[in-house]
């Protein structure tokens, strides 16, 4: 907790804390995966507008356990997919739902603008809500408890490099305020994609971003691509946002 606080809010949410450790209950798998399934299905939707009935590609950032691509993959079947997710539980949740797709690769890596080991810290009310960023854990850790889990980490032009990817239709990051550093990792192979992908990611508010100006310097080498430029105009905290570049038209309208 924060000293120059007034005690009693201090006290409260020492409180809060308490019972959340003591007796805050995280959803089983089954509750996990049925939340999941209500709540993607506007993502999903908008992906779907991007990404060609026949021979689409997508790239999923943070696939958790793979409700969004399974549901993706309900209407695209054929769509060829790379997955990212760091935490071990959910990477091999995903791992299993995709097992004998050959068009699906599910890897145990989190995307950045660096590669090498780090930690993600997971709260233990949310599995969709690990961080990677340290000073945002800093600012929840008075009412959320994180338990860290060692990862690995890889930037995706350096991927796509390596295993032949020149270009998808679309991507998804979902990355809790580490998107921004997903994106720059993307920018050199964004730069020769023709077409290049429609992306839907997770922006956050200046107030609450620990390096809003990088937000924005990574977007303005976005519109610098090609990419229209988004109203940045935030209704939510944490909000998503479409990113289009020129010249790409929706393959079908839901």
Known sequence: MNPKEPLLPRVLARLRMMRYRWFG???????????????VSETVAQSLRWIPEHGGSFVDVGA???????????????????????????YERCRDRFRGNPNVVVEHLALGDASGPTTIWKPKHNPGGNVID????????????????????RVFADYAREHGIDRVDFVKSD???YDYRVLRGMLPFLGPCEPRPVILAELL??????????????????????????????????????????GRQAVCER
């Open 25 to 39: 209950r995280a959803p089983t798998l089954e509750e996990w995966e049925s939340r999941l399934e209500r709540v």
């Open 134 to 153: 340290e000073e945002i854990v800093e600012r929840r850790r008075g009412f959320m408890d994180f338990r860290p889990e060692a990862i690995e980490c």
């Open 205 to 246: 508010r200046e107030d609450i971003h620990p390096d809003f100006a990088g937000q924005l310097d990574v977007l303005e080498r976005m519109y610098a691509l090609g990419y229209h430029r988004v109203d940045l105009d935030f209704k939510e905290d944490v909000q998503d946002f479409l990113f289009v570049p020129e």
């Open 64 to 90: 958790n356990v793979g409700i969004y691509a399974e549901r993706v993959l309900r209407d695209r079947p054929d769509a060829r997919a790379w997955l990212f997710e760091p935490v071990r539980a959910h």
């Open 175 to 177: 990355t809790e305020g």
